[in-house]
């Protein structure tokens, strides 16, 4: 349904649905990577990672949300958030005719990407379920 093209016209994403579900899709191919490591400590970094309920302040009803922080996240995993913390940026303003009568500074608000952190999470557990693992292989070998 919906391509997303980089400054040289090459897909690097898609949007697509059927009658049940979408699909937001991003480039993996390993022909478009290099320095390919696994080996890095995933638990201690998702250790720092710091989810938190929340409502949002436009939301009347004030219903709880889980989440991050961006600017908590970005020195984490800063490659999933977008923006600086406290950014701004500056507008135009326009009178009823559709006409720039001149600029204001806004808030520039920071994202995050959550997807970017579902990598460190499946790594985190692979750690963990290898300390697992070696835990119950000691318990049987205790046991015997």
């Known amino acids: 349904m919906v391509q997303i093209l980089n400054n040289s016209n090459t897909e690097v994403g898609t949007i697509k649905a059927n009658v049940s579900a979408t699909a937001f899709n991003t480039s ?3 022909r478009l ?5 696994y080996n890095f400590d995933a638990t201690s970094r998702l250790k720092q990672l710091k989810p938190c309920r929340f409502n949002w302040i436009s939301d009347s009803s004030n219903t709880l949300l889980d989440g991050f922080l961006a600017h908590e996240v970005s020195s984490i995993v800063p490659e999933a958030v977008m923006g600086t913390k406290d950014g701004t940026k500056t507008q135009d303003t326009f009178n009823d005719s559709g006409d720039v009568t ?6 520039d608000y920071q994202s995050v990407d959550q997807s970017k952190l579902v990598p460190l999470l499946v790594k985190a557990l692979q750690e963990q379920q290898a300390v697992i693992e070696n835990l119950q292989s000691r318990v049987t070998t205790l046991e015997e």
Request: charge should be negative; glycine fraction near 8%; proline fraction near 7%.
């Open 102 to 107: 001149g600029s204001e500074t806004v808030p």
């Open 28 to 30: 993996s191919d390993y």
């Open 33 to 37: 990577k290099e320095n390919v490591s």
